[in-house]
């Protein structure tokens, strides 16, 4: 088994999605709700029978990065590739500090918050569907909240003095934010509303920067109380205060992983500020960036294998991204202008829409269509490389099967596809390109399409239709750099002209290239 296998090996019946971090399903909005979703690796399936979902591994080569599975046997009404791809950050580059966010390699740069005030801190809801975040639009910096594209930007306290840097609860029912009201800074919480503002700390020192812990029954902070900069945590009712760092240099902004049992945080004591990280309890302080210039502002992916910081190695600030141990330091939104605040949002978002309400989001011509009997799709460690499914009259879904398809080398991954009157192949192009449709005439005749995919790209190869339905079990010749393949074709599809039959007449033999897939001859 390849390890991009382990992504398919787990299917989790689950509740109907969310779509957060100001991703849709399409340009209709959000996908319809399904009966029951189904989790395949990165993948959203809707279907209307979860327990009548089958999920067959094709025989993908050990060399092969890409794992290929076959969905089909319940109805499939959504397909919806899903990641954790959104960070939201301020940046000066309109003018005054806004709130943006991008996607997690830097694309998509976009102003959410467009008012001529400083705004920042941006915190995302755990539900991916609101931004809370710090702005002086009235004078002095108050909390605000807003959707996440932008809209309904509303202000949450009303105090003539600074509220800063709110913090959601796990639960999204509550924020915690930093305010000098009593004279001093102080952890506040309160309602999401609003409501119900109320001080946990009631120190005489300085308090700020708090961060919830992923279960909400802790809160981190900073505080000045013990003669430098230290992390702090409590319970969230504010009692039990107790110093983690223990260390006279500063240390800044703690930020809890995922799981909760670490802390990043950033510190002065290598004489320059770097990202550190330590245990829940304070214990096994780690340095992760060890550079001159001023580092700062973790924030953790939601799967806990990267952080986002800010830092001014490029002369100003950027916000780059690393792996959680340190390692492969990347700069992400690369402008002359000042990018920082990284917070990175919990909830999944849509990457891609393939089956659904809102049909592909690569324009194919005619679409994909609102519900399919059959997938077929590879998924590499970094998400879905192709998705391929059929056209076939409903009326004939019962009549639908997979079986893999052997021997035909170290290049290819194939698969059967019985049934009565299959019309087309349609592959998917992903990320805003068209799809290919592989014609196939279609008939009561019509009782096998062989389909052989890229093992190095995913990709559909080649199209072989017959009505035999044996064809898989014939087996393939491999000669030199090709594999025949024996049996009787109606019709042949090649890569390089999907719409052409290549067939003149019932061909015996299709001769394809080893590595490729591509047809070479027909006979």
């Known amino acids: 088994m390849n390890r991009s296998e382990g992504l398919l090996l787990v299917l989790t019946l689950a509740v109907p999605m969310v779509v957060g971090c100001g991703g849709s399903g399409g340009p209709g909005g959000e996908p319809p709700v399904a009966e029951e979703t189904v989790t395949v690796g990165p993948l959203q399936v809707g279907v209307d029978s979860a327990a009548a979902l089958k999920t067959m591994m094709l025989t993908s080569p050990s060399t092969s990065p890409i794992a290929f599975a076959a969905l089909h046997g319940s109805r499939i009404v959504r397909l919806e590739e899903m990641g954790y791809g959104r960070i939201a950050f301020s940046t000066n580059r309109e003018g005054p500090h806004e709130v943006y966010v991008m996607n997690a390699d830097g694309s998509g740069q976009t102003n959410l918050s467009r008012n001529g005030a400083i705004d920042g801190s941006p915190a995302w809801s755990p539900d991916g569907r609101k931004i809370a975040f710090q702005t002086n639009r009235n004078g002095n910096y108050e909390i605000y909240v807003m959707n996440a594209d932008g809209s309904g930007q509303t202000r949450l306290t009303t105090n003539a003095v600074e509220d800063l840097g709110p913090a959601w609860s796990p639960d999204g029912r509550k924020l915690a934010f930093g305010t000098n009201r009593n004279g001093n800074y102080e952890i506040y919480v309160m309602n999401a509303s609003g409501s119900g503002q109320t001080n946990l700390t009631n120190n005489a020192a300085g308090d700020h920067s708090p961060a919830w812990s992923p279960d909400g029954r802790k809160i981190a902070f900073q505080t000045t109380r013990d003669g430098s900069t230290e992390i702090y945590v409590m319970n969230a009712d504010g009692s039990g205060q107790t110093n983690l ?133 590879g998924l590499t460690d970094e998400g879905m490389v192709s998705a391929t499914t059929i056209g076939q009259a409903e009326v004939n879904w019962p009549s639908l099967a997979v079986a893999r398809v052997e021997g035909i080398g170290s290049s290819l991954v194939g698969a059967k596809i019985t049934g009565t009157s299959i019309t087309r192949v349609i592959e998917d192009g992903g990320r805003g390109l068209p799809a290919r449709l592989w014609s196939v005439q279609g008939s009561p005749t019509t009782t096998a399409v062989l389909v052989l995919f890229s093992a190095k790209t995913g990709k559909v190869a080649s199209v072989l239709v017959s009505s035999d339905t044996a064809l898989a079990d014939a087996p393939a010749a491999l000669s030199g750099g090709r594999v025949i393949v024996s049996g009787s074709f109606a019709e042949v599809y090649s890569a390089a002209d999907p719409s052409r039959n290549l067939a003149s007449g019932p061909a015996t033999q299709v001769t394809l290239d080893r590595r490729s897939g591509e047809v070479i001859a027909v006979s």
């Open 245 to 377: 760092t223990n260390n006279a240099a500063e240390d800044y902004s703690p930020a809890w992983s995922p799981n909760g049992r670490k802390l990043a945080f950033y510190t002065y004591r290598s004489m320059n500020y770097d990202i550190y990280v330590m245990s829940a309890d304070g214990s096994g302080q780690t340095r992760l960036t060890d550079n001159a210039a001023f580092e700062a502002e973790p924030a953790w992916s939601p799967d806990g294998g990267k952080i986002a910081f800010q830092t001014e190695r490029e002369g100003h600030w950027e916000i780059y991204v690393m792996d959680a141990d340190g390692s492969d330091q990347t700069n992400v939104t690369a402008h002359a202008d000042a990018d920082r605040e990284p917070d990175w949002c919990r909830a999944p978002s849509v990457v891609r829409s393939l089956i659904g309400a809102n049909l592909s989001d690569g324009g194919s011509n005619p679409p994909f269509g609102s519900e399919r009997p059959l997938a077929i799709v």
